[in-house]
């Protein structure tokens, strides 16, 4: 990979409302599909991220990667950013025969993470996507892919207080200022926490 | 605000997060199909007041088409369905029948 793609939508712009919002670096996504129900797809992806294929709306969050169900023949695979080649290679060796799709998709998204009180988090997406953020219904290890205001986004909590979200890269700018506005010191809701 | 669940994701979908694709069941008349039949396919559609089957897609979710029934007088909504089918499923229009006796729509008949 040339340097120049090394660099993240937004150069890790954050901002600093009752809410902490910031991008995050390059970030190794992989977008795979296949068909869930065959053996061979279900054991390529094991042996290549050490997960078994995630529920339903479930992410399973590893050691060297995680593994994000993203509809019933979807996958997102995440990884570091340098280790996105090799394991591409792997995945697409893994899956010889299978009638299976591996694309690298790292440069076409952009990361953000949401950090605070887990409440104020949660209020901040409540704000920009039409889902129930009460954490009896989405908690740690779900994943909703669903829309951010006007674009398409997709978010997890890998802990209380965290939510990362990721969208295209072509809408980074405006997913940022809509967590941004949406954070803003003066825009707290108090509903969820 | 209509409510319909994916039957892909179980997600509870509010009408946003989907783009309404018109009528369900369709049957495509292409090459050697008669004008009548191809007029019929690219223009006239259903518009009951009452039980309808629609074809909706998820766009801002999982991306795959799903069918629903509904009923455009009151909003009911009495189910979704996959899209990988040719009519309702037979317990949804049991489900049917049982809240709207007689109903019809095109050629299917709910009993009662």
Known sequence: ?193 | MLILECPYCGVQCEETELHADGEAHLKRFGPGSSDDEFEGYLFRRENPKGVHFERWRHVNGCGKYFHAARCTATLEVFGTYSAQTLEPPKDLQDKISAKRPGWTWRELKGEG
């Not at chain 1, 294929?53 to 593994?67: D, F, H, M, W, Y």
Request: a negative charge; glycine letters at 10%; one cysteine or more.
């Open chain 1, 1 to 193: 990979m040339s340097e120049a793609l090394l660099q993240s939508a937004l150069n890790g712009a954050h901002s600093d409302g009752f809410v902490r919002v910031e991008e995050l670096g390059v970030q190794g996504m992989i977008t795979l599909r296949g068909d869930f129900a065959s053996a061979g797809f279900a054991a390529a992806v094991e042996k290549v991220t050490g997960l078994a294929l995630p529920a339903q709306r479930k992410i399973s969050i590893g050691e060297n990667a995680t593994v994000a169900w993203m509809s019933p023949d979807e996958l997102l695979v995440l990884v570091d950013y340098a280790s996105v080649d090799a394991t591409v290679a792997a995945l697409t060796e893994g899956l010889a025969g299978e009638h299976a799709l591996v694309a690298n998709v790292s440069d076409a998204r952009a990361f953000f993470r949401l950090s605070g009180d887990d409440g104020a988090v949660r209020d901040v997406m409540a704000k920009v996507a039409p889902v129930d953020f009460s954490p009896e219904a989405f908690g740690p290890g779900d994943i909703r892919r669903t829309r951010l205001a006007q674009v398409a986004g997709a978010f997890w909590s890998p802990e209380p207080g965290v939510m990362q979200v990721i969208c295209f890269r072509s809408v980074a700018q405006y997913a940022f200022d809509l967590l941004r506005i949406s954070s803003e010191t003066g825009g707290e809701v108090g509903h969820l926490g």
